[in-house]
């Protein structure tokens, strides 16, 4: 019988730099209307847990938990991009200046810039942000109302776009993702993607990437679910009441600052992947912090991990 070894270190592992780590001529607080981000209900200390068995491979292939002692958690639930896929630079970015080109907008989102506009939550958002800055392209309407509809419309196709690019496949999904999902399902663990991003493109990106099989087990909450986006909690809490489970149970995977402030003011526990965008952003209330999930035998945290960290919030 094959052990999937269990680490329990909170070491953070830094992935490598970007390509650029210049600031933006455009502040990322400037864009942000209300630039604080809401308080960790846990502040991610390390604390003392009596020890928690791996989870193990059977004979037949099935991960199994090897103990009944062990306490699962009742959800583990993704963000979906920079944790699911690195879709940001390659994918969103590039997607979203095709789609200005095609629209004959005169604008393009350079790297640096676009990682200073993901501070804000949801692609639709963002693009209203930036052009309250800058100013609006001459072919945009005046009105707001009218605005709302123009920016749905570039939304929209930009979406598009960004599907084929996933239907290729030309965006692998990020070490760990599969081997975690299914140590989840296969032990009873409900799986959900809570996702600022459209539904049609996270919902693209399930199936495509995880597969028909696992995406018919795996709930999705994405876009306009729900009416505020990350850092606001909503799209966390929704997820909890649909699914029927106690928050302070759910585990989240996260990339970004924004997204570990929603699961904190949600009251779940958070692990952090870092992703491309992300790696120098402050993740202080983490409850641990990592590159990548990470498959064996550069494997940095199983199901077994997660559940080890619900313990350790109610253990002095």
């Known amino acids: 019988m094959a052990t999937v070894k269990l680490s329990l270190s909170f070491v953070s592992l830094s992935p490598p730099s970007s390509s650029s780590s210049a600031q933006s001529k455009l502040s990322a607080a400037s864009f942000i209307p209300n630039a604080t981000l809401a308080k960790s209900r846990f502040m991610g200390k ?42 940001e630079k390659d994918g969103h970015r590039i997607s979203f200046n095709d789609t200005f080109k095609e629209r004959d907008l005169g604008v393009t989102w350079d790297v640096d810039l676009y990682g200073e506009l993901l501070k804000i939550g949801g692609g639709k958002e963002r693009m209203t942000a930036y052009f309250n800055k800058v100013g609006w392209p001459e072919k945009a309407p005046k009105d707001e109302e009218e605005r709302k509809v123009f920016i749905a419309g570039l939304h929209k196709q930009k979406t598009e776009l960004f599907m084929v690019l996933i239907e290729k496949k030309l965006l692998p999904l990020r070490p760990g993702v599969a081997k975690l999902v299914d140590q989840a399902l296969t032990n009873g663990v409900k799986v959900a993607v809570c996702s600022t991003s459209n539904e049609k493109a996270v919902s693209a990106i399930v199936s495509c990437l995880l597969g028909p099989e696992r995406a018919e087990k795996i709930k999705i909450f994405a876009g306009d679910v729900v009416p505020k986006k990350k850092p606001d909690p909503a799209i ?27 699961a904190k003011a949600a009251g779940m526990t958070c692990i952090v992947t870092k992703s491309g965008y992300t790696a120098d952003e402050d993740f202080e209330n983490a409850d641990a912090v990592f590159d990548c999930i990470g498959d064996p035998p550069e494997e940095r945290f199983d199901l077994a991990f997660c559940a080890s960290l619900l313990q350790k919030q109610f253990v002095s």
């Open 46 to 87: 390390c604390l003392r847990a009596k020890p928690i068995k791996s989870i193990e491979a059977s004979r037949s292939g099935e991960i199994t938990c090897s103990s009944p002692a062990t306490t699962l958690p009742s959800a583990l639930l993704f963000d979906c991009d920079g944790v699911l896929v690195d879709t």
């Open 236 to 262: 966390y809490n929704l997820a909890a009441e649909t699914l029927g489970v106690d928050p302070s149970k759910c585990v989240v995977v996260e990339d970004s600052a924004i997204g570990l402030a929603a």
